[in-house]
């Protein structure tokens, strides 16, 4: 049938004879999509235009065909998506990082899976997630923020791993992350399996007297002391909250459930008295409510707040690049709410950990990775509380 002969009308397609569609009672001010569309043209283009002016001289001019004066001959920066060199989001290597505290953020990559117990492959994760994230601009309509104007981001390289030593390993992750969070930038780090969970909080905990919450969102509890003889992935929580400063009561771990949590973790959780949220308790109060309480008890005479996200808390079928997958986790847009309403009181360091290449499909693991930090990213922008964790650095501002 051709697209221009009309189709005889269903009964129950009818239009209504009420006259709603000339007045409509809906004010549609109201909703988000409205009101971010007006607030799109309160955000600056600053940043944009030196860009531009940035790729243009470094790329020198296009082609003479081409109308748009701003292409350059090298692709140089964020367009086109599909070129370029790969940073997270295209942001600036920082080769030498002892100017990594000139930038508010800092992604760094922890390419190591030799705690894994089942899949590996999570050392590419850095590269799979930095290749991906090359899709995305930084401007988000529905938060309204465009991380180019209103933020600083930079990309720190990979931290040096030693494949088959994970004691070194933790050694190496904790140097590198507590430089990059003396600095004064945010750590965003790329995993690697969980095991990194450990050293990364250890790096952090050392450069500050306060008091560190962990808000753990998994599938898996991850707090037994050892596995298969080792620390391991599964074992990262027991010892960061031997730390003297990052109290068990203070974790708060949401997710948890299925047939992949052992009885050593689950006693461990108990004795130590961790938050467990499993998905049933999501299901049962609601988005709202867990986030409530997840802040409540992570935040309880705390003086920062660490996100430990991992991939494998989202259901198996949005996440096939995973070390040890588990159905029935959170949909995509669930754990995006969650990971907002964590950022909004601020963070003081991310990791997003378990991302395997080797067994995803079509990106889409890596892409909910990246999609996980480019929302804190901007809801830490929307909400002020991007460099709020550096009071807690010590020695900061003497
Ligand atoms: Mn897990």
């Known amino acids: 049938m051709s697209m221009f002969v009309k189709k005889p009308r269903q009964p129950g397609f009818a239009r209504p004879a009420t006259g709603h569609r000339h007045h409509p009672s809906f004010d549609r001010s109201g909703l988000q999509g409205w009101k971010m569309a007006h607030h799109e043209k309160d955000i600056p283009d600053v940043a944009w235009q030196a860009e531009q002016e940035r790729c243009l001289r470094l790329g020198l001019p296009g082609a003479e065909s081409i109308e748009d004066k701003s292409i350059p001959t090298f692709a140089r920066g964020e367009l086109p998506h599909f070129a370029g060199i790969n940073t997270f989001m295209k942001a600036p290597y920082v080769e030498d990082v002892r100017d990594v505290g000139k930038y508010d953020a800092a992604i760094i990559g922890a390419p190591f899976d030799g705690g894994t117990t089942y899949r590996p492959g999570a050392r590419f994760g850095p590269q799979g997630i930095r290749r991906i994230s090359a899709l995305y601009t930084p401007y988000n309509y529905e938060i309204g923020v465009d991380l180019r104007e209103q933020m600083k981001l930079c990309d720190a390289g990979d931290i040096f791993t030693i494949p088959a030593n994970i004691e070194k390993t933790f050694d190496q992750i904790s140097n590198a992350v507590g430089h990059v969070f003396a600095s004064g930038a945010l750590p965003i780090i790329l995993g690697g399996d969980h095991s990194i969970g450990f050293a990364t909080v250890r790096g952090i905990a050392r450069q500050t007297d306060k008091r560190i919450g962990i808000i753990h969102f998994d599938r898996h509890a991850d707090i037994q002391e050892k596995d298969l003889d080792e620390r391991m992935h599964t074992t990262p929580w027991f010892h960061a909250t031997n730390l003297p400063n990052v109290p068990a009561t203070n974790l708060v771990q949401i997710g948890i459930g299925g047939w992949q949590v052992p009885r050593e973790a689950v006693k461990e959780a108990r004795n130590r008295e961790t938050t467990i949220i499993t998905m049933h308790d999501v299901e049962r109060l609601g988005l709202d409510k867990v ?87 901007g809801t830490l922008v929307a909400h002020g509380k991007m460099g709020a964790h550096r009071h807690i650095i010590r020695g900061w501002g003497e």
């Open 291 to 377: 986030a409530e309480i997840a802040l409540e008890y992570a935040w309880k005479d705390a003086d920062a707040v660490y996100l430990s996200f991992d991939i494998d808390s989202v259901d198996a079928g949005f996440v096939p690049g995973t070390g040890w997958p588990e159905p029935g986790g959170f949909l995509p847009r669930e754990i995006l709410y969650l990971l907002g309403a964590v950022a909004k009181e601020g963070i003081c360091g991310m990791e997003v950990v378990e991302v395997s290449p080797p067994y995803d499909i079509s990106d889409i693991t890596s892409l909910m990775a990246t999609r996980a930090i480019v929302d804190v990213l």
